[in-house]
């Protein structure tokens, strides 16, 4: 009777993983650019644990700016701009069609800068 139970337990874990349940689509590159009161590009790289970190390169002021935070299960970025974190880079990656999308604010140097990114996974 343990054995079955076990057996069918057991069933129902796989079943209930789901390959949406995981951030192995999101691993990698991914990179676009941003528009706003400010314009230019960014990319960030994915790891097997969520954790994100790229860069942020203005053309108007010829700056690189550091992007680190953390993707969740379901593609969600939280991510900040700067160290010690300046603003936010959050928004949404997309693992069906590899497209990404959200909103940047950075409020250092004032008057704060703010707009919207897009971009795609490139590897």
Request: hydrophobic residues 30%; neutral net charge; aromatic residues 10%.
């Amino acid at each position: 009777m343990k054995k079955i139970f076990l057996l069918v337990f057991t069933a129902i874990l796989f079943m209930g993983c789901k390959d949406e349940d995981t951030i192995y689509d999101f691993i990698g590159t991914w990179a676009g650019t941003y528009t706003g009161t400010q314009k230019g590009t960014w990319n960030i790289v994915v790891a097997s644990d969520g954790k994100v970190t790229g860069t942020l390169s203005s053309e108007q002021t010829i700056e690189n700016y550091q992007i680190s935070g953390q993707l969740s299960e379901s593609g969600d970025l939280n991510a900040t701009i700067g160290s010690p974190s300046d603003g936010q880079f959050i928004g949404k990656l997309n693992r069906s069609n590899k497209k990404a999308s959200g909103t940047w604010v950075n409020e250092v140097p004032t008057p704060s800068k703010s707009g919207t990114w897009k971009g795609e996974k490139t590897s």
